[in-house]
């Protein structure tokens, strides 16, 4: 018999089954959202918002790593909350103070 709290083991996540069947969902919806949007702007658009409204995350944003002189991230798309990434400083450089967090690994490591 399966105890209630039985957990699936993903990587280095283990998730609750009810976790893994939303994640299952989002992503046969996200392959409509491709399938459906007609340019990239819209896709991140949608993508942000469908992570906030069906995901059950409470702010979601998309960065692009740039190659100039600070190595920046710049915001394109964003979701949920009050946050307003307008102006904030992000980078992908491992000298820069901005860099230094999660979207900085991954703009380093593709990861």
């Excluded at 709290?5 to 089954?17: F, I, T």
């Excluded at 009810?18 to 819209?42: F, G, K, N, T």
């Excluded at 979701?79 to 992908?92: C, F, M, P, V």
Aim: aromatic residues 6%; contains cysteine.
């Amino acid at each position: 018999m399966d105890s209630p709290d039985k957990r699936v083991v993903m990587g280095n996540d283990e998730l609750h089954p009810d976790m893994h069947q939303r994640r299952l969902v989002m992503l046969s919806s996200c392959v409509d959202l491709i399938a459906r949007c007609v340019s990239e702007q819209q896709l991140l658009d949608e993508f942000s918002t469908f992570m906030t409204a069906a995901g059950g995350y409470r702010f979601c944003w998309i960065g692009q790593a740039v190659e100039d002189d600070s190595l920046t991230i710049h915001p394109i798309a964003q979701s949920g909350g009050d946050h307003d990434l307008a102006g904030i400083d992000i980078s992908w450089s491992s000298q820069s103070t901005f860099g230094n967090g999660l979207a900085g690994a991954v703009g380093r490591t593709g990861q």
